[in-house]
C-alpha cells in the first residue's frame, strides 16, 4: 500500500513529526506499525486513558506517563530511538510547555532518531512546528477494496442467518460499490451492513438511501446541504437553450455512449434578473441528469477566525468530489466572493482556494453557479475557461410567460383551460416568474375573501396593482441585459 511506503519513508528520512488526521484510529495505528517495523525501532502508543505503552500491549500492568507533558519529557531524555504513536493529542497543542517539549525532542532528532506521530480527527499545528513536521493524507478504499468489503459483510450476514448469499444483481451490486467511494473503510462498512442487514437484499430502491447515508457521514460539518427535491424543465418556463446544451452533454457526463474520450463539462453560471428562475433551473440541471444536488451555502462557510473559512471551502469541495457524479450548486456566488476590505482579505483567500480547485477538480462534479449581480464577481470568476457557459436568464418572454402562468395555476389545482393566459401574458410584460407566481398567490387570497372562484379578472387585477422589478430597478436591469448582450448565451 502507498499509505505504508509514504510512513516508512517519513520514518527512514528522521522526520521528527508525522500528522494523520484519520476518524479511523485503529486502522491508521496498524498502518504505522506496518510502516515501522523494519526500523529497528520500538514503537509505542500512548493515550490519555492507557498512559505510554508498548504498541499492542493491550493489558499493561501498570499505567505510565499518563499527563501530556509527562510522556513528551519522557521521550526526551529516553536516549534509545523510538516510534511514539500519540492518539487525541490535539487538546495538548495549545499549551506553550507542551509546544516546547514537542519542538525539544523533534530539533533533537539527530541525536536520538525519535519519531512524533500524532493521529486525531483534526490537528492545527503550531507555526513554530510547521518546518519540523510532515502530513499524512490516508488514502480512501479503491473500489476493489470496497468490493471486498460488501462481499465480507455479505458473508457475515449469510452465516448470522443461515443463509447462502445475500440476492442482488450484478449491476445493483455494482451501483452499491460506486456509491460507496469516497468513504473510510469503517463508514462504508457501516452503510452495508445498514442495507444488508435490513432484508437481505441489495436492490436499486436502496441506491437512494445510500446516497443520503453518505452524505451525511461526508457532511458532518454542515456547510453544503443535500437538496432532496430536485426539478424537471417541464415545471419551469423557458430555458430551451440551457435544456439543449445539457442534453448535448449528459451522456459525457455520465461517460456513456462514447462519451468516455471527450472533453467532461465543468460547469455553468447562470447570470440573470431576480425571481427569473435560476434556481430552479439549478434543480433541474441536478434532475435532467439524474445524480444528487449539493448546494453550498456561503453563510455557513464563513468563520471569524482566521483561516477557518477556506478550510470550511476545502472540507466542502471534498465532499462535493466524493459525493461524484453530483451537481454542486453555488448559489448566489458573489455574496461569497465579492471583494470586501473589511474582512480581512478572507473572500480573496476564498476566491483563490475555489479557483485552484476549479482548475484541478474531478470531472464527476459539475458547478451550476448563480448570480444576480455582474457587477460584484471578480473578472478571474468570469473569464473565458472557468466555466463552459456563461448563461443569461432574461426576463421571460410573451409565449414563456404564458407557459408560467398555466404551470402555477395547475400546481394550484385550478382548471388552466378556464383563465385566459394570453391575455395573462400579455397584461404581465416585464413580470419576472416569481412575480407571476406571487400575483397568482395574492388574487386566490383575494378570491376567498370575496368568497368567489379565481378568476383571469381577479389576477388582472393583481397585476395591475404590482410595479414589477422591471420597473422599480429598471436602470439596474438595463445596465445587467446591457454586459450579457454580448458575453453572454441566453438561456431561453
Known amino acids: 500500500m502507498n499509505d505504508i511506503h509514504d510512513i516508512a519513508l517519513l520514518i527512514k528520512s528522521r522526520t521528527p513529526i508525522i500528522l494523520i488526521e484519520s476518524h479511523e484510529e485503529q486502522r491508521v495505528t496498524n498502518l504505522i506499525w506496518r510502516a515501522a517495523r523494519d526500523s529497528n525501532k520500538p514503537i509505542y502508543q500512548w493515550s490519555a486513558l492507557k498512559g505510554l505503552v508498548l504498541y499492542q500491549d493491550t493489558n499493561p500492568q501498570v499505567k505510565r506517563n499518563l499527563e501530556a507533558k509527562s ?39 539527530n541525536v536520538v532518531n525519535h519519531t512524533l506521530v500524532f493521529i486525531s480527527h483534526r490537528l492545527d499545528i503550531p507555526p513554530e512546528l510547521s518546518r519540523l513536521t510532515a502530513k499524512v493524507d490516508i488514502s480512501l478504499p479503491t473500489l476493489k477494496e470496497l468490493e471486498e468489503i460488501v462481499v465480507k459483510v455479505a458473508d457475515e450476514w449469510a452465516k448470522d442467518n443461515g443463509k447462502k448469499t445475500v440476492k442482488t444483481d450484478t449491476k445493483t451490486f455494482s451501483l452499491l460499490v460506486n456509491n460507496l467511494s469516497g468513504l473510510t473503510f469503517r463508514d462504508a462498512q457501516q452503510i452495508a451492513r445498514n442495507v444488508i442487514y435490513d432484508d437481505g437484499l441489495i436492490t436499486k430502491e436502496d441506491i437512494p438511501e445510500i446516497v443520503e447515508a453518505k452524505y451525511q457521514i461526508l457532511n458532518r460539518e454542515g456547510v453544503l446541504s443535500f437538496e432532496y427535491n430536485t426539478a424537471r424543465f417541464s415545471a419551469i418556463g423557458g430555458f430551451r437553450k440551457l435544456k439543449t446544451w445539457l442534453d448535448q452533454r449528459r451522456d459525457v457526463f455520465h461517460k456513456i455512449d462514447g462519451g468516455q474520450d471527450m472533453d467532461k463539462p465543468k460547469g455553468i453560471l447562470l447570470l440573470g434578473v431576480q425571481g427569473c428562475g435560476k434556481s430552479l433551473a439549478a434543480k433541474a440541471v441536478a434532475g435532467l441528469w439524474g445524480v444528487p444536488l449539493l448546494r453550498m451555502d456561503f453563510g455557513s462557510l464563513y468563520n471569524k477566525f482566521y483561516g477557518e473559512t477556506e478550510r470550511n471551502l476545502r472540507e466542502s469541495l471534498k465532499t ?78 410573451k409565449s414563456t410567460r404564458e407557459i408560467i402562468f398555466n404551470i402555477h395555476l395547475g400546481l394550484r389545482s385550478q382548471d388552466k383551460e378556464k383563465f385566459d393566459a394570453k391575455q395573462l401574458s400579455v397584461a404581465s410584460e416585464g413580470f419576472s416568474g416569481a412575480e407571476i407566481e406571487q400575483a397568482i398567490v395574492s388574487s386566490l387570497y383575494a378570491a376567498k375573501a370575496a368568497n368567489e372562484l379565481l378568476s383571469t379578472e381577479l389576477i388582472l387585477e393583481e397585476i395591475q396593482q404590482t410595479k414589477p422589478l422591471s420597473v422599480v430597478m429598471v436602470e439596474k436591469i438595463t445596465a445587467l441585459r446591457a454586459w450579457a448582450a454580448d458575453r453572454t448565451v441566453p438561456a431561453d
Not at 530511538?81 to 516546547?100: M, N, S
Not at 483563490?352 to 473578472?379: R, Y
Open 320 to 397: 462535493a468530489e466524493a459525493m461524484q457524479p453530483c451537481i454542486l450548486w453555488m448559489d448566489e456566488i458573489e455574496k461569497g466572493i465579492a471583494s470586501d476590505s473589511s474582512d480581512g482579505g478572507t473572500s480573496k483567500r476564498v476566491l483563490g482556494t475555489l479557483l485552484t480547485w476549479m482548475a484541478e477538480k474531478t470531472e464527476g462534479v459539475f458547478i451550476v453557479a448563480t448570480a444576480n449581480d455582474i457587477s460584484a464577481l471578480p473578472p478571474e470568476l468570469v473569464r473565458k475557461g472557468r466555466f463552459d457557459e456563461i448563461f443569461f436568464v432574461d426576463l421571460p418572454r
Open 71 to 109: 510522556v513528551l519529557e519522557h521521550i526526551h531524555f529516553n536516549k534509545s530511538p523510538g516510534v511514539y504513536i500519540l492518539a487525541d493529542f490535539h487538546p495538548y497543542l495549545e499549551d506553550p510547555l507542551v509546544v516546547r517539549l514537542i519542538k525539544e525532542v523533534a530539533m533533537n532528532s
